[in-house]
C-alpha cells in the first residue's frame, strides 16, 4: 500500500474545499456592506482594483505555493494558505522541525512533521495573538523608541534571514546563487528597470533550475 498516495489524497479532499470556503467567506463582509446599503460598486472599479493587487501580488500566486511547498508539503501548503503568516512563521517552523528531525522532503515522514509543526505554530500564533490584542498595546507603548522602531523595520528581515541561513548550511553552494541572483537583479534595476515581480519570478525559479542542475550532476557522480 502507498501510504503517500492514500496521504496526498486526504489532503487534497480536505484541503481544496476547505480553502475555497475560506476564500468566498472573505467576501461576506463586504457583499453585508453592499447589500445593507445597496452601495455596489461598478464592475470597471472592481476590475481596476483587481489589476492593481495583480500587478503587485501577482508573481506571488505563482511563486509562494512553489518556493514554499518543499518545506511545508501538502497538507502543510493547505493550512498555511489559510491560517496566514506563511513566510515569517510557517516556513521557518516547517523547516526546522524537517531539520532536526533529518526528515527528507518528499516522504512521508516529512509531510507528517512539518504538518505537526504546523499546526503547533498556528495554536501558539492564535494564543499568541489574542494575548497581543489584550496586552500588545500596552507593551509596545512601554517600550523604548529604538526596540519600538527595530521590531516595525527589521522583525520580518530578521526572520527570513535566520531561514535562509539554515537553508544555507545545507546548500552553501546554491545559497550563493540564492542571495547572488536578487542582487544582480537589484544593481540591474537601476540601468534598465526590472520590475520587482520579475526580480521574484528570477531569484524563486532562478534558484530552482540552479538546484536541479546540483541535483543532476550529483545524481550521475553516483551512479
Request: proline residues 4%.
Amino acid at each position: 500500500m502507498n501510504y503517500m498516495d492514500l496521504w496526498k489524497k486526504a489532503c487534497i479532499k480536505i484541503g481544496t474545499p476547505t480553502n475555497l470556503i475560506a476564500a468566498f467567506t472573505a467576501f461576506i463582509p463586504v457583499l453585508y456592506l453592499c447589500i445593507h446599503y445597496n452601495c455596489w460598486p461598478d464592475v470597471s472599479l472592481i476590475l481596476s482594483a483587481w489589476g492593481l493587487t495583480l500587478v503587485a501580488f501577482g508573481a506571488f500566486y505563482i511563486v509562494e505555493p512553489v518556493s514554499y511547498y518543499a518545506a511545508l508539503g501538502m497538507s502543510g501548503t493547505y493550512l498555511s494558505f489559510l491560517s496566514g503568516n506563511i513566510g515569517n512563521m510557517r516556513v521557518p517552523c516547517a523547516s526546522l522541525a524537517l531539520d532536526v528531525t533529518d526528515s527528507e522532503s518528499g516522504t512521508l515522514q516529512a509531510e507528517i512533521v512539518s504538518t505537526m509543526a504546523i499546526c503547533g505554530s498556528i495554536v501558539t500564533n492564535l494564543i499568541a495573538t489574542t494575548l497581543a490584542a489584550f496586552v500588545g498595546s500596552a507593551i509596545v507603548a512601554i517600550l523604548p523608541l529604538v526596540i519600538k522602531t527595530g521590531l516595525q523595520s527589521y522583525a520580518s528581515a530578521a526572520i527570513f534571514g535566520a531561514t535562509f541561513g539554515n537553508f544555507s548550511l545545507k546548500q552553501p553552494k546554491l545559497a550563493i546563487f540564492g542571495i547572488g541572483i536578487p542582487v544582480i537583479c537589484k544593481i540591474l534595476t537601476s540601468y534598465i528597470g526590472i520590475p520587482a515581480w520579475l526580480i521574484i519570478v528570477l531569484s524563486v525559479f532562478g534558484t530552482v533550475g540552479i538546484a536541479r542542475i546540483f541535483y543532476t550532476k550529483a545524481k550521475k557522480a553516483a551512479a
